[in-house]
């Protein structure tokens, strides 16, 4: 009965994830070149790109500034209007959002194709794309914007008709990722309009290197639990429901999405624990956040298991290990979940190895990092989200999935490919490879038989990957053209065991206040070292183009 | 909030854990010494030719056969100087700075790890105990040259008359 007055937005939902998926298509492709690179076959030439890391820029842009910024723009919404069953509250918001997105994405990949900006997904000053690139990414964000505005007010129009009542589940943790998002937005949106735009427009000669660094990793880290919590509401809300098991507690999935609204941004400089410019004291602080934020996902691990466990024996799995076979494993979309959680335990145990200060010496900036967040935002963000859309394009459509073999070889191709790649990345680490570096034409020749084998299983588990990503992409397109069959696809949302009325308001209902602790937190950890910094800083930095 | 009895007993056991593991690393970088790099003062990276003590780049001997110092100077695409010899049981310091864009340092083998970020003055100690060959890498993308981007380090037997 919604369906008609969802339909305004839902077009523009539509057309933002076929924005993202088309971004995600040619990320994954330079993904394929570069892994083929360490077999040292070079795909760059015959495509007319100058070099692996003009490559790499795309992959990295398209992949998580693009794909990810594009599919949250979708799937809350969506999410949000059904949680709420209304339609987004503000008018043409869908549109905006989605026009914002298409001029911005089109904007920073053509100043990368015409090679005026390899400057990488990081854009670290003094290397200086063109104005546009910026600018693009700018609309990107802006665009994110939007959405969040959109959820927002949609979330108000909720309560007013409501008052005094819990906002439902899945719309409260949507608004909390927007709100956390928006928050830790701030940082990047300083560093682009107010340090880079005017420098590389001209306008300001110099600029400071270790101040856009520190500004660019305030947004840095949150941003992952951006590209995350999408992955989480489908894991706590949706994935029950799917294998017949329940929520375990409603306002604990809340609390959990608290305490990522708090932790998720005062932990940058864990990505500078090397950096010569920020104390070591600031350092400590940091790493001590970063071990907090840790926690939410270890809650979640336990709740998300149990949650299928319930599934599981219902469906007549015996033992302690015998309700694992039962679940619906012959569902791409639960199987693709299922191992993009797997993956997950893998990336949070090596993330933890990465945020373990002096530890971090050891793996900083060499190809430990790649392997473990191809776990984290490549596994489980990214599969996720493709498991997402074995329910999502059928509900938008109604057509009945397409090509269901095809989906699950999409799937255990995707995971078996990124054990390996991970692996591979993990041991050249180690073995002090560094990240994102050209192999093919590297000159430190002794070195590169010590990481030849890291090299080989880097080139093969992405190839899998790529295959893997290849059969998502022929499901989709197969689904579109050739789907014959008509069905009703509702999205899932499992019922909980333990309602939010169980709950503290504090929890289930005062997102102002957290809110509130969640920027103290950020001045807490940001304003005195800025403050302090800024007395010495360093504008020196003239713009280089360097290749 | 009415949380399960096994929940509870998972998500104290979570909390000890990352204490333990946070308690552990703090130990080893403030009391063990294994600290993570710290400000090393500021220099213009157009003046770095002009500036003590990048103006004369390379190693000095602070005490022979024990201390050392390197001054080197990063930028695109190689490490001034290339090559650096020293006796083995020699604890080296690097002071380094980079000249245009940002550039990493990393010495294989060793946890030897810093940004090189124009503008900053960067600080790392290294002992070399054993005889053998080390690499320099940068690792941090900084142009189409960055993967020719290193430097070699000689730790040469010690010679017996300093034993």
Redesign the interface.
């Known amino acids: 009965m919604h369906q008609r007055a969802f339909a305004r937005d839902d077009t523009y939902i539509k057309w933002q994830l076929a924005l993202g998926f088309a971004a995600l298509f040619l990320g994954i492709l330079m993904g394929l070149f570069q892994g083929l690179d360490r077999m040292g076959i070079d795909l760059y030439k015959y495509v007319g790109l100058?070099?692996y890391?003009q490559g790499?820029t795309i992959h990295g842009v398209l992949n998580v500034l693009v794909f990810t910024t594009a599919f949250n723009g979708a799937f809350l919404p969506y999410v949000t209007m059904r949680a709420l069953k209304r339609p987004m509250a503000l008018k043409g918001g869908t549109a905006i959002a989605f026009w914002l997105m298409l001029v911005g994405v089109l904007l920073a990949t053509w100043k990368i194709l015409d090679n005026s900006s390899?400057v990488?997904f990081t854009f670290?000053p003094?290397?200086q794309g063109h104005p546009l690139f910026y600018l693009g990414l700018v609309l990107v964000v802006v665009s994110s914007w939007v959405t969040f505005l959109n959820i927002l007010l949609t979330t108000r129009a909720w309560k007013q008709d409501h008052p005094g009542e819990a906002l439902p589940l899945q719309a409260f943790i949507s608004l909390v990722t927007y709100i956390m998002w928006f928050i830790a937005s701030m940082g990047v949106a300083t560093e682009v309009l107010v340090l880079i735009l005017p420098w590389s427009l001209g306008i300001v000669e110099k600029t400071?290197?270790?101040l856009a660094?520190t500004l660019f990793w305030l947004t840095g880290h949150p941003i992952v639990y951006f590209w995350l919590l999408p992955a989480y509401v489908s894991w706590y809300t949706m994935l029950p429901k799917q294998v017949g098991g329940k929520i375990?507690?409603d306002?604990?999935v809340r609390?959990v999405f608290i305490l990522f609204l708090l932790l998720s941004t005062p932990v940058g400089f864990h990505h500078?624990?090397?950096?010569?410019?920020?104390?070591?004291g600031w350092?400590?602080m940091h790493?001590?956040l970063t071990?907090?934020v840790?926690?939410p996902s270890?809650?979640t691990a336990?709740?998300v298991v149990?949650s299928l466990e319930i599934g599981g024996r219902k469906a007549g799995g015996k033992g302690l290990f015998g309700w694992i076979w039962k679940l619906p494993w012959g569902d791409p979309a639960v199987t693709a979940q299922l191992l993009a959680g797997l993956g997950f335990f893998l990336g949070g145990v090596s993330g933890?190895i990465n945020a373990?200060?002096?530890?971090?010496?050891?793996i900083?900036?060499?190809a430990f990092v790649p392997g473990h967040f191809h776990l984290t935002v490549g596994t489980a963000v990214t599969l996720t989200a493709m498991g997402i859309m074995y329910w999502l394009l059928p509900a938008l459509t109604g057509k009945k999935l397409w090509g269901r073999g095809l989906a699950l070889a999409n799937v255990w191709l995707w995971f078996i490919g990124v054990m390996i790649f991970s692996r591979g990345q993990m041991a050249g680490g180690l073995?002090?490879m560094?990240?994102?570096?050209?192999?093919a034409?590297?000159?430190?020749l002794?070195?590169m038989e010590t990481w030849d084998i890291p090299n080989k299983m880097t080139a093969i588990g992405g190839t899998l990957m790529f295959l893997g990503g290849m059969a998502f992409f022929a499901v989709m397109v197969g689904t579109l053209l050739f789907s014959r069959e008509r069905v009703k696809v509702e999205m899932p949302a499992a019922e909980a065991i333990?309602g939010p009325e169980?709950?503290?308001p504090l929890?289930t209902k005062r997102l102002d206040v957290w809110t509130v602790v969640a920027v103290v937190l950020i001045l807490i950890a940001y304003v005195p070292y800025l403050v302090n910094y800024l007395g010495?800083a360093?504008?020196?930095?003239?713009g280089?183009r360097?290749? | 909030m009415p949380i399960e009895r096994s929940e509870r007993l998972f998500i104290n056991l979570s909390i000890v854990m990352l204490v333990l593991f946070f308690i552990a690393v703090l130990t080893s970088a403030f009391i063990g010494g294994l600290q993570v790099p710290a400000p090393a003062g500021t220099i213009d990276p157009a003046a770095v030719n002009q500036t003590p003590p990048f103006d004369n780049p390379g190693l000095r001997e602070l005490v022979p056969g024990k201390r050392y110092e390197v001054v080197m100077i990063a930028q695109t695409w190689a490490f001034i100087p290339g090559e650096i010899r020293v006796p083995a049981g020699s604890e080296v310091t690097f002071r380094i700075t980079s000249r245009d864009v940002i550039h990493g340092f990393e010495i294989t083998g060793k946890n030897a790890n810093v940004m090189l970020i124009p503008g900053q003055i960067s600080l790392v100690k290294v002992k070399f105990d054993e005889p053998g060959e080390h690499y320099i890498i940068c690792h941090e993308y900084c142009g189409v040259g960055h993967q020719t981007m290193f430097a070699k380090i000689i730790v040469e037997p010690a010679p017996q008359a300093a034993k």
Not at chain 1, 356 to 362: A, D, K, L, Q, R
Not at chain 1, 434 to 439: A, E, I, S, V
Not at chain 1, 538 to 542: H, L
């Open positions: 100058k070099s890391y790499l390899t990488l670290y003094p290397l400071d290197p270790q660094r375990l507690s306002p604990l609390l500078q624990y090397t950096d010569p410019g920020v104390p070591p350092k400590a790493a001590l071990f907090s840790f926690f270890m809650i336990y709740s149990a933890l373990s200060y002096n530890i971090n010496m050891v900083h900036n060499t073995e002090g560094p990240r994102r570096t050209w192999m034409t590297a000159t430190y002794p070195l333990i169980k709950g503290s929890f010495d360093a504008f020196v930095a003239t280089q360097v290749w």
